[in-house]
């Protein structure tokens, strides 16, 4: 009886070793569109993530260059983190489809849509997917303001515990501090954004609607003539007597040919800055921070050239 109870104790050790040991020792698989959600979720998850982004902060996000590798990345996964409002429509649900991992699909329990939450800017009276907008459920690039980066942090952690709830408390801790380092940040954003206030400018694509709208900024038009469409002869000529009138000082490009932007610059006056629409692109915006923190220098340094 005793011997029974004793070697019952040893199997009880055991198994709550062995358990405990696999848990610890199998990072969670983390797969994100995005570096910015690839940052946040190391932030949140640390050493119980292992954290990869399938873009890499250079590509447009409308139009990604799909790799082989994307599909067996997929298929391994854990957990799936995406902006969503159909950003990554253009790409990601042929990956998801190829890829054969039911738990991450849109509406399961692994997949973590960080917009959830968020106050969704220039959503279309009526969609007009025929017409190639890019944009049908809203503007999409809500990750620009650095307030949402508070929705998508709280967005992730909620989804993490939500499939690993034994790790809720560690998950909970990281994103306190996390939130904590991120309005520090905003906080010093505010006051050295201040000069940004009333400047207008013209951006390639709408990325910049969200950042403009908290920093003060004034979108004066756009290089595209919609969403992801490339501009006609006659929208440029509008657009240049626009600027003209209204005395756009910047011109805001990303991932696009600088042509568009130097030609409208060389005919209005207006000076051509290259920001960042996700991180991860640059050392200098490797993490979500950094990379707010770069476009806002950018800026600032780009009214204070000439
Ligand atoms: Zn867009």
Redesign the pocket.
């Known amino acids: 009886m005793k011997g029974k109870t004793f070697l019952g104790a040893v199997f009880a050790i055991l198994l709550i070793v062995g358990l405990g040991t696999d848990l610890y020792a199998q990072p969670i698989r983390v797969i994100t569109t995005v570096p910015d959600l690839s940052d946040i979720t190391k932030q949140i998850g640390k050493e119980l993530v292992n954290v990869e982004s399938l873009t890499r902060g250079v590509e447009f996000?409308?139009a990604v260059p799909v790799k082989p590798s994307f599909v067996p990345r997929l298929n391994r996964a854990d957990i799936l983190v995406v902006m969503g409002l159909d950003?990554e429509a253009s790409w990601l649900p042929a990956l998801l489809e190829a890829a054969s991992q039911p738990k991450i699909l849109p509406g399961q329990a692994a997949h973590i849509d960080t917009s959830v939450g968020v106050a969704v800017a220039e959503v279309p009276q009526s969609i007009d997917r025929a017409g190639g907008d890019?944009?049908p459920k809203g503007?999409?690039?809500y990750n620009l303001d650095p307030h949402n980066g508070r929705i998508m942090a709280r967005n992730i952690a909620v989804g993490l515990s939500r499939n690993y709830p034994q790790h809720k408390a560690a998950f909970d801790k990281n994103l306190d501090a996390y939130l904590a380092e991120l309005d520090n940040a905003i906080e010093r954003w505010q006051t050295v954004a201040a000069p940004l206030k009333g400047v207008k400018f013209v951006g390639y694509?709408?990325?910049w609607a969200y950042f403009a709208k908290r920093f003060g900024l004034q979108q004066i038009g756009t290089i595209e003539s919609k969403?992801?469409i490339e501009p006609t002869p006659n929208h440029l000529i509008a657009l240049t007597q626009k600027m003209q009138q209204e005395k756009v000082q910047l011109i805001i490009y990303g991932p696009q040919s600088d042509r568009f932007p130097r030609q409208l610059a060389s005919q209005t006056g207006a000076r051509v800055v290259r920001l960042q629409s996700t991180a991860g692109a640059l050392p200098d915006t490797d993490s979500y921070i950094k990379f707010i923190d770069y476009n806002v220098k950018s800026l600032l340094a780009a009214m204070q050239k000439g």
């Open positions: 996000m409308h950003l890019v944009h503007n999409p690039h694509h709408g990325d969403p992801g």
